[in-house]
Every structure is written in structure tokens, then in C-alpha cells.
């Protein structure tokens, strides 16, 4: 029986580690989490927001998914998304699922990520 997602595995290329960092942490305000050094020797970083954690993962051929994303729901969307603006993340408003707020952004590699935020009271 399947209990919860532990993480979402994104790619990046290699040696994007520092803008990786920069957007996860700098922009998205997550926690870098410190990998187990024998996966630490491949590169890549992983980072924590409350349960939530998101592994960046080091692909020689990579190429960024355009349809595959994970969805980070979110708390104070319109805030949350003046401040990856005011960061310079790009974010792109998105009002058609019914009953959610919710806008796409792009890290700094190309990788997609949803954030959302139930609308209530409709």
C-alpha cells in the first residue's frame, strides 16, 4: 500500500548545482537537504520544504520534461508568487483547474514546477 510520496526526482545538467541552489533555496525559500555521501559523489542537490523534499539529480544528456512537473501546493499563492517574481523567476498564471489558484515557474535548468492553492469558498 503506497502512504505518501517521499520525493520527486527532477534531472539537471552538470555543474548547474550553484543556480540550482540559488533558485531552491534563494528563490523558492526550500531548505537544502545534505545527501549520504556516497550519493553526494554524484553530484545533483536535494532540498526540504515541511514534508515536502525535491532531489535534483545529475543526467549527462539532459533535457528539461515540458509537460512533466511536480506540484508544489503552496499557502498564500498571490504572495508566494510577488516573491518569485520579485527574485526574477518567471511565473505564468494559469486559472483553468476549477477550484485552485495556480501558476507555473521554471528553475533556472528549464525543469517545470506547478504551485497551487485551493480556492475556497467557490
Avoid at 526526482?9 to 540550482?20: I, K, M, V
Avoid at 533535457?63 to 526574477?88: D, Q, S, W
Wanted: glycine residues 12%.
Amino acid at each position: 500500500m503506497i502512504t505518501a510520496v517521499d520525493h520527486v526526482q527532477l534531472a539537471a545538467p552538470p555543474g548547474s548545482e550553484d543556480r540550482l541552489r540559488t533558485y531552491y533555496a534563494g528563490v523558492l525559500g526550500m531548505t537544502e537537504v545534505p545527501k549520504p555521501p556516497a550519493l553526494a559523489a554524484k553530484g545533483g542537490c536535494w532540498f526540504r520544504a515541511g514534508p515536502v523534499e525535491l532531489h535534483l539529480g545529475i543526467e549527462d544528456d539532459f533535457r528539461a520534461a515540458k509537460k512533466a512537473h511536480p506540484g508544489l501546493r503552496v499557502e498564500g499563492i498571490v504572495t508566494y508568487g510577488a516573491r518569485l517574481e520579485a527574485r526574477g523567476a518567471q511565473v505564468e498564471w494559469d486559472e483553468t483547474l476549477p477550484g485552485h489558484r495556480r501558476f507555473y515557474s521554471y528553475d533556472p535548468v528549464g525543469n517545470r514546477l506547478e504551485f497551487l492553492e485551493p480556492v475556497t469558498g467557490v
